[in-house]
């Protein structure tokens, strides 16, 4: 149990660092729902409309809610600025 509460705390005040940076392809992330202050996550089972992909789900954060940033389409290396528009997919590291 205290093993959570220091990921929790981590958690808070990594997402504190990294506030107002430019997200950079190759990142590694986290995405917390502004709201239920709860982060993506990806769960073991397959996606229920396409099986190639996982499943994910919002839960309090734990293995499974780090995410790096990769181009979709190819074109951007690691490093460079992720822009709005780009279509980007996200890996669960």
């Known amino acids: 149990f ?20 430019d997200v950079l392809y190759g990142s590694v992330i ?8 709860l982060f993506l996550t990806q769960v073991r ?3 229920y409309l396409n099986r190639l992909a996982m499943e994910v789900c919002l839960n309090a954060g734990k293995k499974g809610s780090w995410w790096r940033i990769k181009s979709a389409d190819g ?7 992720v822009i709005l528009g780009d279509r980007v997919y996200l890996e669960s590291v």
């Open 2 to 21: 205290e093993a959570l509460e220091d990921e929790a705390a981590i958690n808070e005040l990594d997402c504190a660092r990294q506030s107002g940076l």
């Open 75 to 81: 074109i951007k290396v690691d490093g460079e600025q």
């Open 30 to 37: 986290q995405l917390k729902h502004s709201k239920s202050n």
């Open 45 to 47: 089972n397959r996606a």
